[in-house]
């Protein structure tokens, strides 16, 4: 919840920004409908950022990694018997 409040504080301050910079003729209206485009690309850029840190940052944890080893045998397993074919292992 609160990374969805700070999304929202985000957006709330660069729409302000962006109607202000739109009343006060600051940016040549030429480029300020452009505005929008940016923050979403840039948006998208962190999103891709932010995935990229979690994947590098990524813990290994074997005990896991045993637990859901298991449970696709067990869930193979219950597919053979519903007759589905699983695969050749």
């Known amino acids: 919840m609160k990374h969805v409040l700070k999304l929202l504080s985000l957006l709330v301050v660069i729409s302000a920004l962006w109607i202000g910079l739109l009343q006060a003729s600051i940016i040549p209206q030429s480029h300020t409908w452009l505005l929008p485009i940016y923050f979403i690309v840039s948006l998208g850029c962190y999103g891709l950022l932010m995935v990229g840190v979690g994947l590098m940052r990524f813990p290994t944890c074997p005990e896991e990694a045993l637990l859901l080893q298991q449970d696709i045998a067990e869930a193979k397993d219950f597919l053979k018997q519903k007759g ?4 050749s292992d």
């Open 84 to 87: 589905v074919d699983v695969g």
